[in-house]
């Protein structure tokens, strides 16, 4: 197995090379003037690269891999209120969803005096986004729905 990985690893090495190559050459025929490195050759570097470890990550099995991540503290003004999440959370752009199902509330019921809590999701295969939803608060007498919002990096 570390074979595959050093092979995969040495193949971009040098398809990185072969760009600078590429890159070198244009220079000297270019009457010897050295010029900075342009966004598209470094683009084209950057994203044969990117590629390769995405493949790595396809093969090694690890894209179905757990991406656990937490919010930060969310307050409600229902001491001892349950939580439960209503509905899923959607990105700003509204193009993609944290399922409630990948959502798990910190505590789900609050202690008798407790106000706060937190969310914590699994962002597997979601994209770099903030994604905004509400929880609902509920006590014996009132419910209050907080909006809750969650970053994926």
Do not use: C
């Amino acid at each position: 197995m570390s074979s595959f990985w050093a092979e995969a690893m040495n193949g971009t090495a040098a398809l990185v090379s072969m760009l600078e190559g590429r890159r070198a050459a244009e220079r000297d025929h270019g009457g010897g003037e050295a010029r900075a490195p342009r966004s598209g050759d470094m683009r084209a570097s950057f994203l044969a690269a990117l590629g390769t470890l995405d493949s790595m990550a396809l093969l090694a099995g690890s894209q179905h891999a757990p991406y656990i991540i937490d919010s930060e503290e969310f307050s409600t003004g229902i001491a001892g209120a349950r939580l439960t999440v209503a509905g899923p959370l959607l990105d700003g752009h509204r193009t993609d969803e944290l399922p409630a199902e990948a959502i798990l509330l910190e505590p789900r019921k609050l202690g008798a005096v407790q106000t706060t809590f937190r969310l914590r999701a699994d962002a597997a295969g979601r994209r770099g986004a903030t994604y905004i939803g509400t929880v609902l608060a509920s006590g014996p007498d009132a419910s209050e729905l907080v909006t809750v919002w969650i970053v994926v990096p």
